[in-house]
């Protein structure tokens, strides 16, 4: 595997629902973050994680709760969602905080479908 | 006022034209900018990053950054039918590497 990958990549849930993405990166990053694509909108961040550590909460839901269990695995774990979260939910990694080259790679995303 | 922002589009230039795609931000502190590619369906991609004001080239693409006027811009010579796709802007804002995105500017690029 090469890059960052992501699983599943498509995702159909029901509101009662519990599901997890998944978010994998191999280019040796230190920092890895989740966005949140839907019509029409820009790209939005939701979090980033820095070194394992959260560093940012972009006043998302608390119904969406991310783990990063070391530099190289990102979830984002679902639980009781809305239909209007269905969107393209993205991973993207980079070399770390504090740099001003710091190129964020992505993954090739996550479609969910809230029913 | 958005933060980034972009003509929407969409932008129709013919095969062997250049493509001239613009930007602006409110940032007057951010100093890295980035322009990324999306196909339908796929996730943004990576085509240029500049961090200095003048031109930066890679290939058919030209970046332009003008930090006085808060301007970046994206050049495409020799357009192809394989460069339709929305382009997206993007400026590194914050102490935590927050990556502001434009909403994008759709290419369609006609034979």
């Known amino acids: 595997e090469t890059g960052v990958t992501q699983t599943p990549r498509h995702l159909v849930m029901g509101m009662t629902n519990k599901k997890s993405l998944k978010c994998e990166q191999h280019?040796?990053?230190?920092?890895m973050y989740w966005y949140k694509q839907s019509a029409k909108k820009p790209l939005e961040l939701m979090f980033v994680y820095s070194l394992e550590e959260r560093v940012e909460n972009n006043s998302v839901p608390s119904r969406f709760s991310p783990e990063c269990p070391n530099s190289s695995h990102l979830f984002l774990h679902l639980h009781t969602l809305q239909p209007e979260d269905s969107a393209l939910y993205l991973c993207?990694?980079?070399?770390?905080?504090?740099?001003?080259?710091?190129?964020?790679?992505f993954g090739p995303g996550t479609r969910l479908t809230v029913l | 006022q958005k933060e980034v922002e972009q003509n929407s589009g969409p932008l129709s230039v013919p095969e062997g034209a250049i493509a001239s795609l613009n930007c602006t931000y409110s940032?007057?502190?951010?100093?890295?900018f980035f322009w990324y590619r999306q196909y339908s369906g796929k996730s943004p991609e990576l085509i240029m990053s500049?961090?200095?004001?003048g031109d930066k080239e890679d290939g058919r693409f030209t970046a332009q950054l003008n930090k006085a006027s808060q301007y970046v811009s994206l050049l495409i010579r020799d357009s192809q039918p394989s460069d339709s796709a929305t382009y997206l802007c993007a400026v590194l804002s914050g102490g935590y590497n927050k990556l502001i995105f434009g909403a994008g500017t759709r290419l369609a690029v006609h034979p």
């Open positions: 940032d007057r502190g951010s100093q890295s």
């Open positions: 500049i961090y200095s004001n």
């Open positions: 993207a990694s980079s070399q770390g905080r504090g740099r001003v080259r710091n190129e964020q790679f």
């Open positions: 280019l040796g990053h230190n920092a």
